[in-house]
């Protein structure tokens, strides 16, 4: 898993209480971007290179070592996966720090990219991979080119000639590995949140990212270009997110059915946020990285009949959530990808571990409702391995646009 990537997960849902906010000051001119890179074209349409036309989907299982008991949840797992892709579930997604791979100046290692590559493709599905190089948690970029707080060594900023160079050289080895049933890479993991925190200035990210892209691009042309936001980026950073987006090639977010104060929305939130989505991408086909809905303690009390929670959820809301994206992924055009977050709960030490951090940082009910929300989110519990109506739900969608997909390529 990522740095801290429940901590990613909070902060995507308490950016939404920036609503309305501009950014604190204007894009500063680009620097230069290194090495006379081709432009990023433009591209207006939804057709993706290597994703087939029509709504994709896929799932991942969690972060959770399932060799614990009581039962097999390696093989129940197995058995769940097997179903969504017979189902028609034709993607998957793996997500990797730059730090992991690139583990001393210069050098590289390929083993944890192939082996997450591998686990990814077993089903045969396009895979979406992204790259963590600033995460909601702050900067995941190699310890060399940070000092001991976390942040960039003095004298340095993301569009540096000395860090452009070095993540350019870094694509360049990275890319040529990823091969062609990998359809889009994005170059970070909800940046806009470091961004809008002052950690960094959203013109120094900018050059970075778009110097990344125009690499490439350069590279593998059909390789498709992107980076993660959250919902909020469009009111945190506007500026920003609109410049970005028209560098890339697809818009990509993480979407939960939470509103600010981490309470389980409805229908009407989500409608709103649909209209955000498509407003950020600026005319991008829009890949939904996380899309999730916890069904909370009450939602589920046969699950959790010890706990006590306050985000006011239900399996049947969850369900509905998930029926809402399949009308929206057959209907309209502009949403071509999804991964749902996630298929098993967090177990219960895992989401009061990422609890626990919140809590420490003096914010004890946001801790208590990320424990709570990663202990439900699930389309089936961590403790049995049973399946809650959301996965039925989602199955069902699965076949139709499995469907819809036979249908646009005839």
């Not at 900067?139 to 060594?153: H, S, V």
């Not at 993480?254 to 407003?279: F, P, T």
């Not at 009308?327 to 098993?344: C, G, H, I, K, N």
Request: proline share 7%; charged share 20%.
């Amino acid at each position: 898993m990522s740095r801290c990537y429940a901590i990613a997960c909070l902060a995507a849902v308490l950016s939404l209480s920036a609503c309305g906010n501009d950014e604190a000051s204007p894009l500063p001119n680009p620097a230069p971007v290194v090495g006379g890179l081709p432009p990023i074209a433009s591209n207006t349409g939804f057709e993706i290179a290597r994703l087939a036309d029509g709504p994709h989907m896929g799932i991942i299982v969690g972060f959770d070592d399932l060799s614990q008991g009581p039962f097999d949840r390696q093989m129940r797992s197995a058995a769940l996966l097997d179903e969504a892709a017979s189902s028609g579930a034709s993607i998957s997604r793996i997500q990797l720090d730059w730090p992991e791979l690139e583990t001393q100046p210069g050098q590289s290692e390929a083993a944890p990219l192939a082996e997450a590559l591998e686990t990814a493709r077993q089903r045969g599905q396009l895979v979406f991979v992204t790259l963590s190089t600033l995460d909601s948690d702050g900067l995941t970029l190699p310890e060399d080119l940070l000092d001991g707080d976390g942040k960039l060594r003095d004298g340095l900023s993301l569009a540096s000639p000395e860090v452009l160079e070095r993540f350019q050289r870094f694509l360049d080895w990275m890319v040529p590995l990823l091969g062609p049933d990998v359809w889009a890479l994005s170059m970070g993991n909800e940046v806009d949140s470091p961004i809008a925190d002052g950690l960094v200035p959203a013109g120094d990210a900018l050059v970075f990212y778009q110097a990344g892209a125009r690499r490439i691009k350069a590279i593998d042309p059909d390789l498709a270009t992107t980076v993660t936001l959250t919902i909020g980026a469009p009111s945190t950073v506007p500026d920003f997110a609109a410049q970005l987006n028209d560098s890339l090639d697809v818009a990509t977010v993480n979407h939960y059915c939470l509103d600010a104060e981490l309470q389980i929305a409805g229908q009407s939130q989500w409608e709103r946020d649909v209209q955000i989505m498509k407003d950020m991408a600026r005319g991008r086909p829009i890949m939904i990285q996380e899309l999730g809905c916890p069904v909370s303690y009450a939602g589920d009390p046969a699950a959790f009949a010890s706990r006590t929670g306050t985000m006011n959820g239900s399996q049947d809301l969850q369900a509905e959530y998930f029926a809402f994206f399949d009308r929206l992924y057959a209907e309209d055009p502009q949403f071509r990808a999804a991964t749902v977050f996630q298929l098993f709960d967090w177990s219960p030490e895992l989401a009061e571990m990422f609890g626990d951090f919140v809590r420490a940082e003096g914010e004890p009910l946001a801790g208590d409702r990320l424990e709570e929300w990663l202990a439900t989110v699930g389309t089936c519990r961590w403790s049995d391995g049973t399946c809650r109506p959301a996965w039925d739900v989602w199955l069902a969608s699965l076949s139709r646009q499995s469907q819809i997909r036979a249908q646009m390529a005839d």
